[in-house]
């Protein structure tokens, strides 16, 4: 019988990018009856600190991470807020 997934568990980790002072939340989610990853879809395969892409297998997600403040929230840039000499 097939597994419908209904046990789902997420982990995330957070890795700091020691020189550039920069930080990325990696996230991956396996069904916990069948041990089947799940496959990020929508996103491209890469590095991006400033965007979410994702592992060349599609399990891991990674997505740009930054302490509140230091850059516009997407309220602010819709606000047209900007904020200068960013890195
Ligand atoms: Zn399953």
Redesign the pocket.
């Known amino acids: 019988m097939a ?3 209904e046990d789902l568990k997420a982990t995330v980790g957070v890795t700091r990018i020691e020189n550039k002072g920069r930080f990325m939340a990696e996230i991956s989610i396996v ?1 916990m ?4 990853p799940m496959q990020f879809m929508g996103l491209e395969p890469g590095l991006n600190y400033d965007g979410a892409t994702v592992s060349l297998d599609g399990l891991e997600a990674r997505i740009g991470i930054h302490p509140r403040g230091e850059r516009p929230n997407p309220l602010q840039k819709l606000a047209g807020y900007s904020i200068r000499n960013h890195n």
């Open positions: 597994c419908k997934h069904c009856q069948c041990g089947v």
